[in-house]
T-cell receptor, first 111, second 113 residues
Framework: ELKVEQNPLFLSMQEGKNYTIYCNYS?????LYWYRQDPGKSLESLFV?????AVKQEGRLMASLDTKARLSTLHITAAVHDLSATYFC???????????FGQGTRLTINP | DVKVTQSSRYLVKRTGEKVFLECVQD?????MFWYRQDPGLGLRLIYF???????EKGDIPEGYSVSREKKERFSLILESASTNQTSMYLC????????????FGPGTRLTVL
C-alpha cells in the first residue's frame, strides 16, 4: 500500500525566510504532483513532476523529485504572505489511475 | 481550461436523509473521483469512475454510493446521512492515463445535523 507523508504538517514562518516542505512516499512511483489549497477553497495544481531529477519553478516556489530516494521537496524562497496556504503532494500508484495524497502542510507566513 | 463544477458549495442535511452531490466536468475526461477532506487526514478517496456506468471503490466507500450515467457527470449518494459524514467533499476529473493529473472542483461542505 502506497503511503505518502509530508513534513512538517504545520509551518509558521516570517516573510523573507526560506524553507522546505518534504514529501516522502513508500513505493515506486514516477509521477508526483503538488497542489495548493487556500482556506475554504479547492485544490489548485502547482507542479507536475514526471521523472527522476525533475525540477520545476514558479515564482518563489521550486519543486524537485528524486524517485530513487522516493522524495520530493517544495522549496520556498524569500516567503511572502500570499504564499500562506495548505500544500499537498500526491503520488500516482503505478499502473493505476489513482493518486494518493499526503496529509497536507499548512503554511502560515507572518509579516 | 478544465472546469469541474459541483452542485452546491454548502449543504445542511439531517441524519437519515438521502443526499445527492453532483459533479460535472466539461473537458471530456474519462476519469472522475470523489474525495472527502477532513482536518489532519488529507484527502481520502471514496469512489472513482473510469467510464460511464463503471465505478471502483476507493479507500472509504462505506456509507456511500455513486452513479455515472453520462460521461460528464458523476454523482455521490449518501443513502442515509450520518453525522460522521459531515465533511468537505471534493470532486476531481482526469484523462484516462495512469497517474494523470487531477483537476478539482470547488468542493461541497456538507453538514449533517
Amino acid at each position: 500500500e502506497l503511503k505518502v507523508e509530508q513534513n512538517p504538517l504545520f509551518l509558521s514562518m516570517q516573510e523573507g525566510k526560506n524553507y522546505t516542505i518534504y514529501c516522502n512516499y513508500s513505493t515506486t512511483s514516477d509521477r508526483l504532483y503538488w497542489y495548493r489549497q487556500d482556506p475554504g477553497k479547492s485544490l489548485e495544481s502547482l507542479f507536475v513532476l514526471l521523472s527522476n531529477g525533475a525540477v520545476k519553478q514558479e515564482g518563489r516556489l521550486m519543486a524537485s523529485l528524486d524517485t530513487k530516494a522516493r522524495l520530493s521537496t517544495l522549496h520556498i524562497t524569500a516567503a511572502v504572505h500570499d504564499l500562506s496556504a495548505t500544500y499537498f503532494c500526491a503520488v500516482d500508484i503505478q499502473g493505476a489511475q489513482k493518486l494518493v495524497f499526503g496529509q497536507g502542510t499548512r503554511l502560515t507566513i507572518n509579516p | 481550461d478544465v472546469k469541474v463544477t459541483q452542485s452546491s458549495r454548502y449543504l445542511v442535511k439531517r441524519t437519515g436523509e438521502k443526499v445527492f452531490l453532483e459533479c460535472v466536468q466539461d473537458m471530456d475526461h474519462e476519469n472522475m473521483f470523489w474525495y472527502r477532506q477532513d482536518p489532519g487526514l488529507g484527502l481520502r478517496l471514496i469512489y472513482f469512475s473510469y467510464d460511464v456506468k463503471m465505478k471502483e471503490k476507493g479507500d472509504i466507500p462505506e456509507g456511500y454510493s455513486v452513479s455515472r450515467e453520462k460521461k460528464e457527470r458523476f454523482s455521490l449518494i449518501l443513502e442515509s446521512a450520518s453525522t460522521n459524514q459531515t465533511s468537505m467533499y471534493l470532486c476531481a476529473s482526469s484523462l484516462n492515463l495512469a497517474g494523470a493529473e487531477q483537476f478539482f472542483g470547488p468542493g461541497t461542505r456538507l453538514t449533517v445535523l
